[in-house]
């Protein structure tokens, strides 16, 4: 007798099984189908900009006393400020705007950011940033990773290698996480589901990655989500993708305060959390969840991060001033 034996109910249960599989194939195929002809569809729907987004290097602030702070910019057209005309638009300038004028001294700008960068292309960056001995880079990525289906894990040890390797050379870190993939019109069910779930999750660990190599992150999220929605004409910029002047000053103030307490000039309180020490991957599970959140790490090397919700987010006009004059190199003063 044979000792492998199945029986005929057993047989029938794997039959089924093996039917259930076949068909979950087939659904998933025909699922990744649609998915890959929903983001051709977005690409064809979201047309390309006039020209390359203007670049905004430069001494900011440079009436002003003492030696100049370097600061890198670094990351996707995000942070490259694709989308605006004028180089004070961009996101380095409202930041070096921004710095300079609270810390009263100049500040150097360098953008190394490239528009259609994914996290893979940040250690050719991180290179060229270090030959400026930055002081401050400031990083926005995510947003590409998601919409090419970059590996995760991938994509998260790049950047989190960029951040230790800056901090190694004493240079602070702050990093907008990735944003709100699926807030993005011309994204349509259900590839906006899964992008909206894709990008949470990728800002998750993003968040870990960076404040276990030192740095501090800001959840972007669908922090901007609602008023993006109420005014995309003013919002979003011709390409109904990036954001416009306007939308890259209201992201930019959103980090300003984490930028500030990375540079040692956080002299606000912060709107108070709930249990504000947690472990590393509670605050950023928490961080996604809660857009506009600093996760901070407690001390160096330690498991422990801080949150912390700062009350004046999305004040573009307390940080850049109220006139559409953010400051242009040598012209901040």
């Keep these: 007798m044979n000792s492998f034996f199945i029986s005929s109910d057993a047989r029938q249960r794997i039959k089924a099984a093996g039917a259930l599989a076949g068909a979950l194939a087939g659904v998933t195929a025909l699922s990744a189908g649609l998915l890959l002809r929903q983001a051709a569809d977005a690409r064809r729907i979201i047309p390309l900009a006039e020209a390359p987004p203007p670049r905004g290097d430069g001494l900011y602030g440079a009436k002003l006393p003492g030696k100049p702070l370097s600061l890198v910019i670094l990351g996707d057209s995000s942070a490259a400020g694709y989308g605006v005309h004028r180089p004070r638009e961009t996101p380095g300038a409202l930041f070096a705007t921004g710095i300079s ?20 292309g940040l ?5 060229a940033a270090l030959e400026y001995q930055p002081d401050l880079a400031i990083i926005l990525i995510g947003g590409n990773d998601v919409t090419h289906f970059s590996a995760r894990a991938s994509a998260v040890r790049h950047l989190g290698d960029t951040v230790r390797r800056l901090r190694e050379a004493g240079c602070r870190v702050v990093v907008g996480t990735c944003p709100d993939i699926g807030a993005i019109q011309p994204i349509k069910p259900p590839l906006r589901w ?10 998750a660990a993003q968040t870990v990655a960076v404040v276990g190599a030192g740095g501090r992150t800001v959840s972007i999220g669908n922090l901007l989500g609602p008023m993006f929605e109420a005014d995309p004409a003013r919002m979003f910029g011709s ?15 959103v980090m300003m305060p984490t930028v500030m307490a990375a540079l040692g000039e956080d002299d606000r ?3 108070p959390v709930a249990e504000a020490v947690r472990t590393l991957p509670e605050a950023a599970d928490e961080a996604v969840r809660a857009p506009g959140t600093e996760v901070s790490p407690l ?9 912390r919700r700062h009350p004046w987010f999305g004040e573009s006009r307390h940080w850049f001033g109220s006139g ?9 003063g």
């Design 101 to 120: 004028r609270r810390l009263h001294r100049p500040v150097r700008l360098h953008r190394l950011a490239v528009v259609g960068s994914v996290s893979s």
């Design 324 to 332: 559409s004059k953010p400051g242009a190199p040598s012209a901040v």
């Design 269 to 271: 309180p912060a709107v």
């Design 123 to 127: 250690p050719w960056q991180v290179d």
């Design 299 to 307: 001390r160096a090397g330690a498991r422990w991060a801080q949150l």
């Design 239 to 253: 390409d109904r993708f990036h954001p416009s002047a306007e939308g890259y000053a209201r992201a930019a103030a």
């Design 194 to 203: 899964l992008a909206r779930r894709w990008s949470r999750q990728l800002a």
